[in-house]
């Protein structure tokens, strides 16, 4: 019954600010994006919750990142180690110049629940220097967000890359 | 006319040393597909690739682009990718399903699932008079000179002469038996999920590096760090972390004056076993269901047996890595002078209870996908070799880590105690390319 009636409160209420909610994501996202860019490992894995997942399917078929091959799979913990590796003085790989640059477009709000948790899809072109090599990474993003006091956090973000299937030239050293 | 060009390889191998020719030599690289991996018994697949028939994938051999396929009657065929009219290849997708026929492209020639030509549009009018008749194999997609299937793992090799599959593997056979036991139906099957990675290194840079038990400990020092730390932050918590962190922290708790406690055994034809060091069988619930298992299709005393197969990988030359305990599959694909590429599988074991595959499936995302963070170093160290070799700072590569100190019985060499270190592993697969490369001369 309750239920019910909060629906009927958050129908109207989602209307009135809907561009609030596409103004709100968006920045979140493109914060997300600047976070990552600027190397600020600790701040990027805080935008996740603690149950929190960051998922790179091995295929686009997939449907959940649970037993099955993931390029990415990995909760806050394992987002941890990835952190903590890539500052290590000898992790000897990460340590010639490289850097990113991601742009973030076409945000659709595709779900609104009446708590105010959001499921969107956006899509992601992202840039590298290695060395002095670029490559090119490129696809889209789906973000479970949670809704929480302290703003957004990220439940799930799934991370679909066309060219996920193609081989690696080198790997990948960090989310995308 | 061979000697005037290209290096002459009977004399770029020392028992403990190459010349850095063996990487950087062009000609030498043409000579090695043509006389190692054009001959001797290349992995094509795993037969659940393929499992119905039509159903091919399609896998490079040396610099052969090769078509591995199932037939109607069940067979695996390999074949080269070419049609016999102008030459254009039949398969252009990496895998599918090619229906009951094999059709080209061009001017839709149809072959069966052993390349034998089927038919030919108009065939009689267009050939009559020629020798173009059915019966001339020129009309057929040409096989692979020989194919072998052991325990579901598919070789062939495109020389008619030569030892046999079991013959070639001798004792690194064990890879296959350790990985198929450890299922309790004695079969594995793969996962269908290749990762595809990219080395900028030559072929047997990767190779020498699979048993360097040297560099665990100092290249991947970060990782195991890492994961040591969060692993303890874990059990602080909890009581006790995920398997998984145990596979990582591995590489900092077993610390580089330990690595000598290990040991490799080197077989002739370049193959090699290092022995394990990750201790993979804890006694937790889901073990003990998985060893109960094992014992209800084995027994307990071949289930011991089992179990206590003491391997971390099987390095099969010159072109196969197979982590038998993880069910982890590498394949070695020489794509040119300074490029290569590796095909990365894992397979399940036929019913072992999930939780076991789960452990498969960790070190597959963590340790051999491409996030890894652990061949990431090992990549960068082999372009790093690649591009230091290229240079005149020095013509010879040194192999002469405990040199002269290896035990040697019946042919295989094995690793004094206390010196697995030893960079015998590097020696013997050098012995085994000299062998291959000077045959004939
Ligand atoms: S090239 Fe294949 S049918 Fe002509
Ligand atoms: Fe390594």
Redesign the pocket.
Known sequence: MAKKALKKKALPAKAANGHDTQHAVEQFLFRQAEVLDGKRWQDYIDLFSDDGVYWMPASPEQTTWDGTPAIFAEDKNLMTVRMKRVQHPDAWSQRPLWGTNHIVGNVMIEKTAPNGDLVVRSRFHMMELRRDATRHFAGSYLHHLKKTPGGYRIRLQRVDMVNAQAPYDYVLQVWV | MLQQHTPNPAELVEPDRVHKAVYTDPQLFDLEMERIHERVWIYCGHETQVKKPGDYYTVQVGRQPMIMVRDAGGRVNVLYNRCPHRGSMICGDVHGNTGEAFRCSYHAWTFHHDGKLKTIPMMEAGYAGTNWTRDNPDCNMKQAARVENYRGFVFASLAADGPGLLEFLGPSKIAFDDICDRAPEGEVEVVPNCFRVIQNSNWKIFLE?QLDAL??SV??QSTGRAAHEVEKMIEKRTGKAPLAYHMLSAFATVTIDKWDNFQTLNYPHGHCILTGYMGLRPQDPDTLAYEKTLTKAYGAKRMEEILSTNIHHVLIYPGLSLQSPLQQLRAVRPLGLNRTLTEIWHFRLKGAPEPIYRRSLAYYNLVNSPSTM?NAD?LENFWKIQVGLSGDGGDWVSFARHYGRDIENNGVVETAAGMGTSEAPMRNQMKAWAQYMTAGN
Do not use: A, G, Y
């Open positions: 590096n560099h665990p290249t991947h652990v090992d």
